[in-house]
């Protein structure tokens, strides 16, 4: 049985007469240039992904002795069926966008465009839910009490400066960690980052993000950006947040994705905080905290790269939604 999701298939070798284009014979060198060109049509994250879903049906495929490439429309809605309820829709949505991208890789009647399977998806949406687990906003004041439990070693120094940059510029954890120091410049207000690459931005068109200055050095993200530059002392080409040892030593190589995430746990938590904060949080908290203080949603989505006021309200989640109900101070 097939083990891996396939990443190339040669086009099936039809006669002429068939009214079909045969594959042509390529040189090894071009072959290996389009398959290059063909892995970088997908982030780094989203392959993974597929291998981790394609991975799981796989492996129940072989549990159940079916078929796992081509498969057919009942196999489908049997995995849908039994991972139903243990794994959320969300997930099994895109475990089946994964099978359907690998039949259309091999050439292959895709089971997934069949009614029955789609009848299976809408009958998950309905009795399950399509409700998403969020992380939750890290709010100004709640970012104000972290800071304040921060002390003056190398770590903290970065983690003060990662904290007030990622959240004020509305920042991924993966936006965080891609940064270097010549993404960055000054400006007589603030500063200016330079986002390469994004999330939104595979193929790296680059956005650019203004951080003000706070005229509270405690509460400043220029300022903890300045302090932090001044330890690591790193050139143009190195991470703005690289890793940190246990011994206060500073690597040359960049903080991750993940580890950007269990700093803003990790920090979270050692400051009290009883809410499970996650990598997302700094982006959403700042959509919050700017939503709450009446900023308007152009200027949040200036900061934010949103594209459409609906993700942006996505975001804004239940911040305010009591002390702006419709219903205060209506009955006197």
Request: aromatic share 4%.
């Amino acid at each position: 049985m097939t083990r891996h999701l396939p990443t190339h298939v040669p086009a099936p070798d039809h006669s002429p007469g068939g009214g079909r284009v045969l594959a042509p014979v390529l040189p090894a060198d071009l072959v290996d240039k389009v398959s290059a060109l063909h892995q970088a049509s997908k982030s780094a994250n989203t392959r993974r992904a597929y291998l981790s879903d394609w991975q799981s049906w796989q492996a129940w495929c072989d549990l159940n002795s079916c078929i796992a490439l081509p498969a057919h429309p009942d196999t489908v809605s049997a995995y849908l069926a039994d991972k139903a309820g243990t794994v959320s829709v969300a997930t099994l949505r895109r475990h089946l966008a994964t099978v359907s991208k690998a039949h259309q890789v091999a050439g292959l009647p895709n089971p997934c465009r069949e009614t029955k399977v789609k009848d299976t998806v809408s009958g998950l949406r309905r009795t399950y839910g399509t409700a998403q687990h969020e992380a939750p906003g890290l709010l100004g004041d709640s970012l104000a009490v972290v800071l304040d439990s921060l002390g003056d070693t190398v770590a903290d120094c970065r983690d003060r400066a990662l904290l007030l940059v990622g959240w004020s510029a509305g920042l991924r954890r993966s936006e965080i960690a891609g940064l270097t120091w010549g993404d960055i410049v000054a400006d007589p207000d603030g500063l200016v980052i330079t986002l390469r690459r994004s999330k939104t931005d595979q193929e790296g068109a680059g956005r650019l993000v203004g951080i003000a200055r706070n005229e509270n050095p405690n509460r400043c993200p220029v300022t903890a950006l300045e302090n932090w530059r001044t330890v690591c002392d790193s050139a143009n080409t190195a991470p703005v947040f690289p890793i940190v040892t246990r011994w206060s030593k500073i690597d040359i190589r960049s903080m991750s994705g993940h580890a950007v995430a269990l700093v803003i746990q990790r920090r979270t938590q050692q400051a009290g905080l009883p809410v499970q904060y996650q990598g997302h949080s700094l982006r959403k908290g700042l959509v919050q905290t700017a939503y709450l203080a009446g900023v308007a949603d152009s200027a949040v989505m200036a900061t934010t790269g949103h594209q459409s006021v609906t993700m942006l309200r996505r975001y804004q989640g239940q911040a305010g939604l009591v002390s702006r109900s419709a219903s205060k101070g209506l009955l006197q």
